[in-house]
């Protein structure tokens, strides 16, 4: 089944998967998905935003599945040696229960909270669209996207090419580009520990939590 041809009615079911299974060398080699963000793990900010939007909620992890399985089911890489976020992407695809698939890193606390509305509008919109990826008004982020199951050979093949970059194996195929100029917080990433002190230091002088943060 492709996208155009069987085009998404404005309300078509979800799957989501939070890609937790990188090395994280510049957090010090320490699980993202379980630093502490104002009083919770990174990841738990992310389930509160995603939860609402999707249908399913997967985790993409390679250590610590124990303690993921214990907020949602647990997928981990098929490739050996952290092959990074397209070997995620290729554990997803195959794992979820629905054609689309959400994508969003564990590191991410400021994901949109219409970040599904937005998607969706964008496939109306581009009914042909094989993926639909997230562009903060500057760059493209192409760990949070949308992508359809009919890609799973596509991306094992091009895993099998060597290929470990998003972008390029993106541009592959029809995209659709959202864009998220008015929310410029939304996809910080906070991969180093000095990164983590700055966006908590943000919080504590708004007075707001994580989940209370406006992107």
């Not at 009615?9 to 104002?38: C, E, N, Y």
């Not at 390679?62 to 993921?68: D, F, G, I, L, T």
Request: contains cysteine; glycine residues 6%.
């Amino acid at each position: 089944m492709t996208p155009d041809a069987c085009a998404p009615h404005a309300h078509f079911p979800v799957s989501a998967v939070i890609l937790a299974g990188g090395r994280a060398t510049r957090m010090g080699g320490d699980d993202k998905g379980w630093v502490p963000l104002a009083g919770q793990p990174l990841i738990q900010h992310v389930l509160v935003r995603l939860r609402p939007q999707v249908d399913e909620v997967l985790i993409n992890a390679n250590r610590s599945e124990a303690r993921y399985r214990e907020l949602a089911p647990v997928i981990g890489d098929e490739l050996a040696n952290f092959q990074g976020p397209l070997a995620g992407m290729l554990a997803g695809l195959k794992a979820a229960r629905h054609d689309w698939v959400l994508f969003v890193p564990c590191d991410g606390p400021g994901l949109p909270l219409d970040l599904m509305r937005r998607f969706r509008a964008a496939l109306a919109e581009q009914p042909d669209a094989e993926l639909v990826v997230a562009h903060d008004g500057s760059h493209l982020q192409p760990v949070v996207a949308l992508l359809h199951k009919s890609l799973l050979p596509s991306l094992r093949q091009a895993l099998a090419e060597g290929e470990r970059k998003i972008a390029c194996w993106f541009a592959r195929h029809r995209m659709a580009v959202v864009h998220f100029a008015d929310a410029p917080n939304a996809f910080i990433n906070l991969n180093s520990p000095s990164e983590l002190a700055q966006y908590e230091a943000r919080l504590q002088a708004s007075g707001k939590d994580a989940c209370e943060e406006t992107p």
